[in-house]
Structure formats: structure tokens, C-alpha cells
């Protein structure tokens, strides 16, 4: 039987110089460590059959590699931490973690890491059987945002609530019986996310587009606020980096990311609290200050508003 995991790891895996080793990482899935030649770093992966697969992995490299692999067509999305993004898929992307889509063709793929670099990523991979015959008979709608989207999470765009999944994936170690249930549940959620963001998108860009210099614009307030959302945000500031009036920037803002700027920050703000509440060391006050509000109640009442769960039910009822 042909399986994701034949078609695309193994190839790859094999290329770049993984062994199979027992299974040190997870209770389920199989696990790879690199020849100590080439550097360090281990690759794991959960695949079904010939729908889809997670994996997890982290690699450091001794020295330059280049290799080609060619690849049935196939959706993959990552959260890359890297030491050298723009090498990643070869996106020119300018953070050290990203979220990034890639949309793969019946194609050959080159892959090139320089001496040095280091990435971690947390990623799942859909081969067309997932998404043009299994979604189709399980869900009516129309797919066509899915591809769509995956193509446009390029690195520069931040979907807060696609990052945590992939993180709650990293972090969770469900065991053998129940892994497949796990997920999938996950796969699809991320799945889901990511069909919504595109319609979005694709309504974005059916409308009358912004000129290119005040994209650039709005992106340098998104900057800001990603790197700054822990903090008091004015108006004022944001409309100075934006070189734009108030109602400008704030109509923009909206059309262009689907939001407006203040349930930005708070969506922000809540997914940072829901990495910080996996770590039982932080109590819910120093999670609240931490991630930008004075007032506990204040924390509270936003966090539940996007999430459904107060902090402490999100706490208990999230592995």
C-alpha cells in the first residue's frame, strides 16, 4: 500500500541522512536521528496511511547540503523556528518563527541548508487524497480556500490560533490507543482554520485592493504589534507608523486582515495565555500581567470570550 509517509518522508528522510531509531520521542509514530556526519537533530512523524501526517523534528547542520527530491503533489504547513529563515523553502521571510505554507506539484524540489543553520519546526502534511476525496465526503463546501490559504501563509502572515495547535501537537504525547483520535481532531481543526482564513482572504482580494505602499505600511503596524502587543498600544503610535489618519488605518487595518486592530491584540494576548497556561508554574494573575492586562477580571472575561473557558477550565481541560 502506497503511504504518505513512502512518498514523501522517506525520500527525504533518507536523503538528508535520518536513521530509524526506537522511538525515544513519542508512545506512537516513528522516530529518526541524523547521521552525526552531516549534524544533529532527530525527525519524528505520525502518519495515516495516505491522508496525512504530523511531525515533529529539529536539525543543526555541520556543513552545506543541497540535494533534490522529486515529490507527488501534497499541502504542508509548518511553525518554523530557524536561524536562517530565508532558506526556509525558500521564502524570504523575516522573523526567526514563522507560520509557512507550502503547495507542492507533481514537481522537484531542492532543498539547501548552509553550514550552521539550525531549524525546529512542528508541521502537518495533507496529500491530495485528504483534501479532494476524504473533506469532500465527510463535509459539503467548497474547498478551494484550503489550497488557497496554504499559499498564502507565506511567512509574513500570523494566524495566532493555527501557531497554538501546532504547538499543543508538539507538546502532547497521547498514547498509542488514542493517538489517531488525537490527531486527527488536531488536523482537522488546523484544516478548518485555515479554509475560514482563506475565504477570508479571497474576499480580501476580490475587493478593492490597498496600493502596495500602504500594505507596506499596514505590515510595519503589524510588526509593531506582534512584537509589542504585551504592552499599552496608542492609537497614535500606530497611526505615526503608519503614516495614515486614524479612520484610515483602522478601515484598512480591517480590510486587509479581517480584524479590527484591538481583537488583534486581544487574540494575540490570548494565545500567549494559552502557552503560559500549559506551564502550571505561572499563576493566573502573573499571566494576566504578563501578557498585558493590569486587571485579573479584565483577563479573564476576554480569555473566555475567545476561547469559551475561563483560564482555569482552559488550564484543566487542555492536555
Same mark, same amino acid.
Given at each position: 500500500?502506497?503511504?504518505?509517509?513512502?512518498?514523501?518522508?522517506?525520500?527525504?528522510?533518507?536523503?538528508?541522512?535520518?536513521?530509524?531509531?526506537?522511538?525515544?520521542?513519542?508512545?506512537?509514530?516513528?522516530?529518526?536521528?541524523?547521521?552525526?556526519?552531516?549534524?544533529?537533530?532527530?525527525?519524528?512523524?505520525?502518519?495515516?496511511?495516505?491522508?496525512?501526517?504530523?511531525?515533529?523534528?529539529?536539525?543543526?547542520?555541520?556543513?552545506?547540503?543541497? %540535494?533534490?527530491?522529486?515529490?507527488?503533489? %501534497?499541502?504542508?504547513?509548518?511553525?518554523?523556528?530557524?536561524?536562517?529563515?530565508?532558506?526556509?523553502?525558500?521564502?524570504?521571510?523575516?522573523?526567526?518563527?514563522?507560520?509557512?505554507?507550502?503547495?507542492?506539484?507533481?514537481?522537484?524540489?531542492?532543498?539547501?541548508?548552509?553550514?550552521?543553520?539550525?531549524?525546529?519546526?512542528?508541521?502537518?502534511?495533507?496529500?491530495?487524497? %485528504?483534501?479532494?476525496?476524504?473533506?469532500?465526503?465527510?463535509?459539503?463546501?467548497?474547498?478551494?480556500?484550503?489550497?488557497?490559504?496554504?499559499?498564502?501563509?507565506?511567512?509574513?502572515?500570523?494566524?495566532?490560533?493555527?501557531?497554538?495547535?501546532?504547538?499543543?501537537?508538539?507538546?502532547?504525547?497521547?498514547?498509542?490507543?488514542?493517538?489517531?483520535?488525537?490527531?486527527?481532531?488536531?488536523?482537522?481543526?488546523?484544516?478548518?482554520?485555515?479554509?475560514?482564513?482563506?475565504?477570508?482572504?479571497?474576499?480580501?482580494?476580490?475587493?478593492?485592493?490597498?496600493?502596495?505602499?500602504?500594505?507596506?505600511?499596514?505590515?510595519?503596524?503589524?510588526?509593531?504589534?506582534?512584537?509589542?502587543?504585551?504592552?499599552?498600544?496608542?492609537?497614535?503610535?500606530?497611526?505615526?507608523?503608519?503614516?495614515?489618519?486614524?479612520?484610515?488605518?483602522?478601515?484598512? %487595518?480591517?480590510?486587509?486582515?479581517?480584524?479590527?486592530?484591538?481583537?488583534?491584540?486581544?487574540?494575540?494576548?490570548?494565545?500567549?495565555?494559552?502557552?503560559?497556561?500549559?506551564?502550571?508554574?505561572?499563576?493566573?494573575?502573573?499571566?494576566?500581567?504578563?501578557?498585558?492586562?493590569?486587571?485579573?477580571?479584565?483577563?479573564?472575561?476576554?480569555?473566555?470570550?475567545?476561547?469559551?473557558?475561563?483560564?482555569?477550565?482552559?488550564?484543566?481541560?487542555?492536555?
Amino acid at each position: 500500500m502506497n503511504t504518505i509517509f513512502k512518498q514523501l518522508y522517506f525520500p527525504y528522510l533518507s536523503k538528508l541522512g535520518y536513521y530509524p531509531l526506537e522511538n525515544v520521542y513519542s508512545n506512537c509514530g516513528l522516530y529518526f536521528e541524523l547521521d552525526s556526519s552531516i549534524g544533529t537533530g532527530y525527525y519524528w512523524v505520525y502518519p495515516v496511511d495516505n491522508l496525512y501526517a504530523v511531525a515533529v523534528y529539529a536539525l543543526n547542520i555541520k556543513s552545506d547540503i543541497s %540535494f533534490q527530491i522529486e515529490h507527488p503533489p %501534497f499541502l504542508c504547513l509548518g511553525n518554523y523556528k530557524t536561524s536562517n529563515p530565508q532558506l526556509i523553502l525558500g521564502s524570504e521571510i523575516t522573523s526567526s518563527e514563522s507560520l509557512l505554507g507550502y503547495v507542492g506539484d507533481d514537481d522537484v524540489y531542492t532543498f539547501t541548508l548552509s553550514k550552521g543553520t539550525w531549524v525546529h519546526n512542528v508541521a502537518i502534511t495533507l496529500t491530495p487524497e %485528504f483534501y479532494k476525496e476524504l473533506l469532500p465526503s465527510r463535509y459539503t463546501g467548497d474547498f478551494q480556500s484550503l489550497t488557497y490559504g496554504f499559499s498564502r501563509l507565506n511567512g509574513h502572515e500570523n494566524v495566532p490560533e493555527i501557531a497554538m495547535i501546532l504547538k499543543q501537537i508538539k507538546a502532547f504525547q497521547p498514547s498509542r490507543d488514542i493517538a489517531k483520535m488525537y490527531y486527527e481532531s488536531k488536523v482537522m481543526e488546523i484544516v478548518s482554520l485555515i479554509i475560514q482564513w482563506g475565504k477570508n482572504q479571497l474576499l480580501f482580494s476580490a475587493s478593492d485592493s490597498l496600493p502596495d505602499s500602504h500594505l507596506h505600511q499596514l505590515n510595519e503596524v503589524l510588526t509593531y504589534l506582534n512584537e509589542n502587543y504585551t504592552n499599552s498600544i496608542s492609537l497614535g503610535t500606530l497611526t505615526k507608523i503608519a503614516c495614515m489618519s486614524h479612520n484610515k488605518l483602522t478601515n484598512s %487595518f480591517k480590510q486587509t486582515y479581517g480584524s479590527t486592530i484591538t481583537q488583534y491584540i486581544q487574540s494575540l494576548r490570548v494565545n500567549k495565555a494559552k502557552e503560559m497556561l500549559l506551564d502550571s508554574n505561572w499563576k493566573i494573575g502573573e499571566i494576566a500581567n504578563e501578557v498585558g492586562y493590569k486587571l485579573h477580571g479584565s483577563f479573564s472575561e476576554i480569555f473566555k470570550r475567545y476561547t469559551g473557558l475561563t483560564p482555569n477550565e482552559f488550564r484543566k481541560n487542555v492536555p
